[in-house]
């Protein structure tokens, strides 16, 4: 099964294990975090993993809490 990274379309290939698969992976082309979500072998969604925005995020939060 193969899915399209959604930001450089390269044709990532993911083992059979992928069929039933909720969550992340990398695309091993530019290294882009993907939320993915697959059944029956079937690409259902293909997104941004919002991980690393949350993160950050919240190290900015914590930044300006210090500098008040
Ligand atoms: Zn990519």
């Known amino acids: 099964m193969k899915l399209n990274c959604?930001?450089?379309g390269h044709?990532?290939?993911l083992r059979n294990s992928y069929?039933?698969?909720e969550g992340q992976v990398k695309c091993f082309?530019?290294?882009t975090l993907l939320s993915i979500r697959t059944e029956d072998g079937q690409?259902?969604?293909v997104a941004y993993a919002s991980s690393t925005p949350q993160i950050s995020n919240s190290?900015?939060?914590q930044a300006t809490?210090?500098?008040a």
């Open 11 to 13: 044709a990532v290939d």
């Open 65 to 67: 809490a210090d500098f």
């Open 43 to 45: 690409v259902r969604s």
């Open 59 to 61: 190290a900015t939060q």
């Open 29 to 31: 082309a530019c290294g």
């Open 19 to 21: 069929d039933h698969y």
């Open 6 to 8: 959604v930001s450089c």
